[in-house]
T-cell receptor, first 117, second 110 residues
């Protein structure tokens, strides 16, 4: 149980385009979802926390107008990278928690590799 | 700012040997968790230890927590080539937010 999926797993886009990444909890209701970014050989950095039906809370230094987060249902959150540039190339990982998940344990998706040309 | 710091940054051992990774953090925590990440993949949750626990086992994994020293260790016994991955500790305090350390890259040579 407690499976989180992400789509797409890889995306390559041209500079200036927008990219949407989906994060789904498959077998539980995720009251809270988290979005992380990971640069090569580095750790995960939390970008934002989203709760179903409310606005996301962004970490310091993360532009909310650039990284749009929508948590419209208890099983789906989306991250849209608007007007992507090469420096946005990274590995984006979501996690989800909620429902009967013990200790608010976060379950992570497999990640999305974004490459902006 | 990142709270957890793992050491060593990289560890290379032979199959069958034990691997020990350490994690230090700066502020009070509720829980400390260890995750594994294979190259280019998502995170796999290994074990959670609460702040009032001192040691926890799961299969070949042993985690210790010393809140007085603000440190934790992850021991993998009888390592296998399949254990090759990066290992991260993550702490949470009063909120659900996890703060990850920089990770230890473990290589187990067959």
């Amino acid at each position: 149980g407690a499976v989180v999926s992400q789509h797409p797993s890889r995306v390559i886009c041209k500079s200036g385009t927008s990219v949407k990444i989906e994060c789904r909890s498959l077998d539980f209701q995720a009251t809270t979802m988290f979005w992380y970014r990971q640069f090569p050989k580095q750790s995960l950095m939390l970008m934002a926390t989203s709760n179903e039906g409310s606005k996301a809370t962004y970490e310091q230094g993360v532009e909310k107008d650039k990284f749009l987060i929508n948590h419209a249902s208890l099983t789906l959150s989306t991250l849209t990278v608007t007007s992507a540039h090469p420096e946005d190339s990274s590995f984006y990982i979501c996690s989800a928690t909620g429902g009967t998940v013990e200790n608010n344990e976060q379950f992570f998706g497999p990640g999305t590799r974004l490459t902006v040309l | 700012s990142q709270q957890g710091e793992e050491d060593p940054q990289a560890l290379s051992i032979q199959e069958g040997e034990n691997a020990t990774m350490n994690c230090s953090y700066k502020t009070s925590i509720n829980n400390l968790q260890w995750y594994r990440q294979n190259s280019g993949r998502g995170l796999v949750h290994l074990i959670l230890i609460r702040s009032n626990e001192r040691e926890k086992h799961s299969g070949r994994l042993r985690v210790t927590l010393d809140t007085s020293k603000k440190s934790s260790s992850l021991l993998i016994t009888a390592s296998r080539a399949a254990d090759t991955a990066s290992y991260f500790c993550a702490t949470d305090a009063l909120t659900e937010k996890l703060v990850f350390g920089k990770g230890t890259k473990l290589t187990v040579n067959p």
